[in-house]
């Protein structure tokens, strides 16, 4: 029994290798040049007779078992991967339909009640009720927090029992106290958000986007315009690179103008005179 694992990290180094060399050959034909490098079977082949080599290629190439048990591996191997990856979807679909309906019962259990976001709407809905009863308002808002606000904070604070023994009053309290406070940003984002919400509804988001899209269209437009700037100045200094290329040439005659594509052969002559 090996004492460490450095053949097999050897053999693995060598596939990858091999993986990079032939990215297209087969499993099958990647172990084998590993294989014959291991098992030392070139050396092995000079020891042997020309008669004794031809008869082995012979029984290897008439031996067909050997393929088909590969075969038959290969799909048990790829049916089995098959099973794995169906029983985890399988338990994913099942944890997030759990979860759905988890969520589904919290939003029924809180449709005539008002959802708690700080201490203060928590002390004003908890005025003048018995313990009992306010236990399971806190309850059915740690549910809530939990299973659709996705409110942060340990497990232990949404817990109804503590070491086998049901929770007080004044300890749930006293969690959801802790909850507010983990989740006090979050709180004032919503109510932040819900305000400007209310300030926004007379804006027309029609202009505005056509607002946005001329101003992108007239950066565009800038920054092709300082690019033929800088082109423009190069071809002063040397127009021969525009041999070879294609151009649109601007013909006017009297007060009609009209563009033609074409391409330029050659340069007659190279004026000094700047450029119009």
């Known amino acids: 029994m090996p004492t460490t694992n450095i053949v097999s990290e050897r053999d693995f180094g060598s596939l990858d290798l091999l993986l990079k060399m032939k990215p297209a050959a087969s499993t099958k034909g990647l172990e084998s040049l590993i294989m014959w490098t291991n098992n030392k079977t070139a050396s092995w082949l000079r020891t042997l007779t020309d008669a004794e080599k031809t008869n082995l290629f012979h029984e290897a190439r008439k031996d067909k078992k050997l393929e088909a048990r590969y075969k038959e591996r290969k799909e048990q191997v790829r049916k089995r991967r098959l099973e794995i990856l169906k029983e985890k979807q399988k338990i994913k679909d099942q944890a997030e339909e759990k979860q759905y309906r988890k969520r589904v019962e919290c939003v029924k259990e809180m449709e005539d009640a008002a959802i708690w976001l700080d201490q ?3 002390e004003e809905c908890l005025h003048g009720v018995a313990d009992a009863e306010a236990s399971k308002l806190i309850l059915k808002q740690m549910n809530y927090h939990r299973h659709v606000l996705k409110s942060k904070g340990d497990r232990g604070l949404f817990a109804k029992t503590s ?3 049901a929770l007080t009053c004044e300890e749930l ?17 919503g109510q932040e958000s819900d305000v400007s919400k209310e300030s926004e509804r007379g804006i027309d988001y029609t202009n505005v986007k056509k607002k946005l899209i001329e ?5 565009r437009e800038s920054r092709v315009i300082a690019k033929e700037k800088t082109k423009l100045s190069k071809l002063k200094e040397e127009p021969e690179v525009l041999v070879g290329k294609a151009i649109q040439h601007l013909c006017k005659v009297d007060n009609d103008a009209e563009w033609f594509r074409a391409v330029v052969r050659d340069l007659v002559e190279i004026r000094n005179e700047k450029m119009k």
């Open 120 to 122: 203060k709407k928590m």
């Open 163 to 165: 070491r086998g023994k």
């Open 173 to 189: 309290k006293e969690h959801m106290r802790v909850i507010f406070e983990k989740n006090l940003r979050i709180a004032e984002v």
């Open 215 to 219: 101003k992108r269209r007239k950066d």
